[in-house]
């Protein structure tokens, strides 16, 4: 079976005070205030803390999907759609992935806490943190 791949731009740019929308030009708005360049130096951001902009834009692109992903399973397409997301550098990526999927934090105490990931179609963990047998999000770098 075929399918037809297409890009989307966040287009629910519900964040004011722009003249343009945001979302055609994220990175120009975003891009000093997320990690530098090399996975380790993103090591101890807070995928939770990533800028407001991009989790909306995210949330946004996530509607999207979900509205599809609920199509294509009434019309029986076994394959899901895909979601893919491109970041600038491994530190960001990493840093969305985790926001995406879910991660585990280490607390002061040395203590392991499983944070689920925001975007439900895309959790690599169960409400009690236990990995999937089968991952719903890679990280591809």
Not at 43 to 51: A, N
Not at 114 to 138: I, M, S, W
Request: with cysteine; aromatic share 10%.
């Amino acid at each position: 079976m075929w399918h037809r791949k297409t890009s989307l731009v966040p287009v629910a740019d519900n964040i004011p005070g722009s003249e343009m929308p945001m979302f055609c030009d994220l990175w120009r708005t975003i891009g000093p205030k997320m990690p530098k360049k090399g996975r380790d130096k993103g090591e101890d951001l807070d995928p939770l803390s990533i800028r407001p902009q991009l989790q909306t834009a995210l949330e946004a692109l996530y509607g999207h999907y979900a509205k599809t992903f609920e199509l294509w399973e009434k019309a029986g397409i076994k394959v899901p759609p895909c979601f893919i997301v491109v970041c600038n550098n491994t530190a960001t990526s990493k840093l969305v992935y985790d926001y995406i999927s879910g991660f585990n934090r280490k607390n002061s105490d040395g203590s392991i806490e499983p944070v689920n990931g925001r975007l439900k179609l895309f959790r690599n963990f169960d409400e009690h943190g236990n990995p999937y047998a089968r991952q719903n999000t890679l990280l591809i770098i």
